[in-house]
């Protein structure tokens, strides 16, 4: 499968504990982008990456929210002392760089599966 | 005015109808609009990327009009298969997508 993945697809954890996503964006993709999904809502944009520079964090929802794309290639995004409230979907998703070939819309995002968390 | 709206629905329809859905948008430096589709818990997939002149995908249409600041997205035929939620998102050259809360349709046999 050469989309968009992540890792874990589920997490429950405790309320105050940390936890860590992964996301491998689609191959030659550049730029990649997080957002959180809540129930009834649309997705809302967290962050987002071109290769390792992170150019957009301040829709982050709190210092406790960061993201992280070291060598360009995967990202992670950690929520510390996590609270009941970041229960949610959080999404990854990600776009080809202007000018690869066969790449009709650069803009467009591509999503992965998502990594569905419950903070009990 | 919010950043963007759509009407929730639900939109319940029978097999062969045809349905519209609207996407009105607040930031008129938009440059890029798109239509999702996103199954219950599941990732949204790209329905169609919307284009100034309009463009058709099979039984779907979907169409931009900047003066009123509107996208719309036609389903023709509608097939059971098209239950789902369809969401609409806008962005300006690469940066992050700006959603609706999505309108789900419901078609029964």
């Known amino acids: 499968d050469t989309g968009v993945s992540q890792d874990p697809r589920h997490k429950i954890t405790k309320r105050g504990q940390n936890v860590t996503f992964r996301c491998d964006p689609i191959s030659e993709h550049n730029r990649l982008y997080w957002y959180r999904q809540t129930l009834g809502q649309g997705p809302e944009f967290l962050t987002y990456?071109?290769?390792?520079?992170?150019?957009?964090k301040s829709r982050l929802l709190s210092d406790r929210f960061s993201a992280e794309r070291p060598k360009g290639s995967f990202s992670t995004l950690e929520i510390q002392r996590t609270e009941q409230g970041d229960s949610a979907m959080y999404l990854c998703a990600s776009s080809p760089p202007w000018g690869l070939p066969l790449v009709i819309r650069a803009d467009t995002q591509y999503f992965g599966p998502g990594t569905r968390l419950t903070v009990l | 005015r919010k950043e963007v709206e759509q009407d929730p629905g639900p939109f319940n329809v029978p097999e062969g109808a045809t349905v519209a859905f609207n996407c009105t948008y607040s930031?008129?430096?938009?440059?890029?609009f798109f239509w999702y589709r996103q199954d219950c818990r599941k990732e949204p997939k790209l329905l169609m990327s919307v284009y100034s002149s309009g463009n058709e995908d099979g039984r779907f249409t979907a169409q931009l009009n900047r003066a009123s600041q509107y996208i719309s997205l036609l389903i023709r035929d509608s097939k059971l298969s098209d239950s789902a939620t369809y969401l609409c998102?806008?962005?300006?050259?690469?940066?992050?997508?700006?959603f609706g809360k999505g309108t789900t349709l419901s078609v029964s046999s």
């Open positions: 998102a806008f962005n300006q050259a690469g940066t992050a997508l700006i």
């Open positions: 990456f071109q290769n390792e520079a992170q150019l957009e």
């Open positions: 930031n008129s430096a938009s440059q890029s």
